[in-house]
């Protein structure tokens, strides 16, 4: 094991034991391999699973492992009128399971996300019974404060890039802090402790994924 997985592993127990004492579930894998075999073992078949714009469930595997067992996928892409969306999001706020990453989580067990339209975050916060995160051990840092930092330097600039979004920092890659129609930093979410026993799981992966 190098150097740096091995310091990852020893901040990702920190973070864990912090985790606990906010109430929600850690976990540490290895390897996206592993995520996605503890993310399937956390989610019986059946249930109705929904998830937010997340590069990283992507990377690691899930997306395609779902689409091989038994499980209600609510799709919110799958929309294309209004009323389709608005039927699909209702649909997502009631699943089984909900899918994301965070944005960043400090190593005191806080997760910090920014969301342009409020529906990712608003899941983490109510409404799905389970919320299951996966995210690589990039998206870890010190504090809240760094955390916003790190999402409006290191995130936000690729995803508006990615989203093909009209903002100073799909332009020139540096933060704006704008108020452009296109923006994706409308609401900033700071989750300090999960209020309902066992709803939140946060799987740490020790690999670099998603922004």
Known sequence: MSFVKQSNKNAAATILNKLSKRGIEGYFCETSEEAVKKA???MPEKSAVSWGGSMTIQECGLMDALKKHEYTL????????PQEKRELYARTVMADYYLMSTNAITMNGELVNIDGFGNRVACLCAGPEHVLILAGMNKVVMD???????????????????????TPCARTGVCGNCFSPDSICSQIVVTRRNGIPGRIKVLLINEDLGF
């Open 40 to 42: 399937l073992e956390l």
């Open 74 to 81: 609510i799709d919110r892409a799958a929309a294309v009128t």
């Open 144 to 166: 809240v404060e760094a955390g916003i930092r790190r999402i409006r330097t290191k995130a936000a600039p690729p995803n508006t890039t990615r989203l093909n979004k009209d």
